[in-house]
Nanobody, 123 residues
Framework: QLQLVESGGGSVQPGDSLKLSCTNS????????MGWFRQAPGKDREFVASLHWLRRSGNYAEFVGGRFTISRDDAKTTMYLQMNNLRPDDTAVYYC????????????????WGQGTQVTVSA
């Protein structure tokens, strides 16, 4: 069973960097695609970035503006989100999720999610 666990969140200042990790506590990961999403207080959850698991090609939300990089390790056990030049409006709970074989394309219908990790950016 796929159980996703996020880590790497924290409190940082504007301009700082963080690297988030997402692992499957039950072993290796073999989804079609995985992604990072975030939810700020009082706002809907939104897409940040996603990664085609085999091709390792990523796509990003427009607000990322080249600041974030999504990747995975060669062993296919962990997905990452390197976040640079963080801004206060990046403050949110960040979630990873997986699109498993047979799952819908639309991320809002993915059923495999982690519990989230808090990222707080403030001066």
């Amino acid at each position: 069973q796929l159980q996703l666990v996020e880590s790497g969140g924290g409190s940082v200042q504007p301009g700082d960097s963080l690297k988030l990790s997402c692992t499957n506590s039950s072993g290796s990961l073999n989804p079609i695609r995985m992604g990072w999403f975030r939810q700020a207080p009082g706002k809907d959850r939104e897409f940040v970035a996603s990664l085609h698991w085999l091709r390792r090609s990523g796509n990003y939300a427009e607000f990322v503006g080249g600041r974030f990089t999504i990747s995975r390790d060669d062993a296919k056990t962990t997905m990452y989100l390197q976040m640079n030049n963080l801004r206060p409006d990046d403050t949110a709970v960040y979630y990873c999720a997986a699109r498993l074989p047979g799952s819908p394309t639309e991320w809002t219908e993915w059923s495999t999610w982690g519990q989230g990790t808090q990222v707080t950016v403030s001066a």
